[in-house]
């Protein structure tokens, strides 16, 4: 990893065999777009492929893609994204980062495109983006990664949680309903739901997760350590 990419990709080992990356999203701009400030994500987005520098960590139909992109924000979310699960994927696989691909479901969760017993999934908020990659084939693995903001739990509470899990988070703090919350994305992304179901079908309960009304068997689960003002979650098959 060359000095640049130190300074904002950072790799962890998590508990239940998986290879965490970490960019940080600020520290990529400052590398590539050091014109557009990390604050004015909300610009149109630019032709990427007259960036210095991106050829060697993205091959020319992955920066093709997200030069279509409208909005910068976007476009760096995405590249974080994708840069994340390369540097992942070559530690685990032993191959090289920019020769990694992601292709996507039709329901779009990404897979590795010449290694797809390899499981990943991706997030990203605020200023970082994350990816898990599975150390073991044909293991399903989810992450999600959310931005602690004050206030906003109320309206996430409305459209997101069931009464028996509001009932049950009386009184906790934000950080228990965020830990909550993104356990509940991160098993819709194991099952490859996302944005296709409901958030109230999935419900993060004392006695465990929840679907449909169900205990789900067969998985774990963890909410590791992460930045400060962020939660991560994580979900496998068991």
Request: charged residues 25%; negative net charge.
């Amino acid at each position: 990893m060359n000095p640049s990419l130190e300074q904002m990709v950072r790799l962890s080992r998590l508990d239940g065999g998986m290879v965490l990356a970490d960019v940080d999203i600020a520290a990529f701009m400052g590398a590539f777009l050091p014109e557009f400030p990390s604050g004015k994500r909300g610009l149109p987005g630019v032709d990427l492929q007259a960036v210095t520098g991106l050829s060697a960590l993205f091959t020319d139909a992955e920066i093709e893609r997200a030069s279509g992109f409208r909005v910068l924000k976007k476009q760096a979310e995405w590249l974080c994204g994708r840069l994340a699960v390369k540097q992942a994927a070559a530690e685990v696989l032993s191959v090289s980062p920019r020769g990694v691909t992601v292709d996507t479901e039709p329901e779009g969760a990404p897979f590795l495109a010449d290694h797809s017993a390899t499981h990943i999934s991706i997030s990203h908020s605020g200023d970082h983006a994350v990816a898990v990659v599975s150390t073991r084939k044909e293991r399903r693995v989810a992450v999600d990664l959310e931005q602690v903001e004050a206030g906003r739990m109320p309206h996430v509470a409305r459209v997101a949680f069931t009464p028996r899990e509001i009932a049950e988070l009386n009184g906790a703090s934000d950080a228990e309903w965020y830990r909550r919350w993104t356990l509940k994305e991160a098993y819709l992304k194991y099952i490859a739901k996302g944005f296709h179901e409901s958030l109230k079908k999935v419900e993060i309960l004392n006695r465990g997760i929840c679907h449909n009304g169900e205990v789900v068997t067969g998985i774990a689960w963890d909410t590791p350590a992460f930045r400060d003002g962020y939660q991560l979650s994580v979900v496998w098959q068991a």
